[in-house]
Nanobody
Framework: QVQVLESGGGVVQAGGSLRLSCTAS????????MGWFRQAPGKERDFVAA??????TTYYADSVKGRFTISRDRATVHLQMNSLKPEDTAVYYC?????????????WGQGTQVTVSS
């Protein structure tokens, strides 16, 4: 069983920045595509950003394009969030996909809270 662990959430004022990080326990983690999702209170979980196993392809939700950047190094995936808005407030989940973003995600973290105050 692959364990996915997020870190870096917190409280920030509108216009500020946060950086989320995610790592997986599996030795073959570097072969997995990774993604970030978020869920606001009373809403469904939405896609935020994803990156392919080799970092060569990235995907972004329209709502975060130009503000969020996903990247990865050998062991960790990062989500740099700039120009944060109150509507970005949510629990952010990191997930790993064995076969790629288009095929869905297989392993999920427990989530980290991001709160953007106005």
């Amino acid at each position: 069983q692959v364990q996915v662990l997020e870190s870096g959430g917190g409280v920030v004022q509108a216009g500020g920045s946060l950086r989320l990080s995610c790592t997986a326990s599996e030795r073959t983690y570097s072969r997995y595509g990774m993604g970030w999702f978020r869920q606001a209170p009373g809403k469904e979980r939405d896609f935020v950003a994803a990156i392919s196993w080799n970092g060569g392809t990235t995907y972004y939700a329209d709502s975060v394009k130009g503000r969020f950047t996903i990247s990865r190094d050998r062991a960790t995936v990062h989500l740099q969030m700039n120009s944060l808005k109150p509507e970005d407030t949510a629990v952010y989940y990191c997930a790993a996909t064995i076969y790629g973003h288009e095929y869905g995600y297989d392993y999920w973290g427990q989530g980290t809270q991001v709160t953007v105050s106005s």
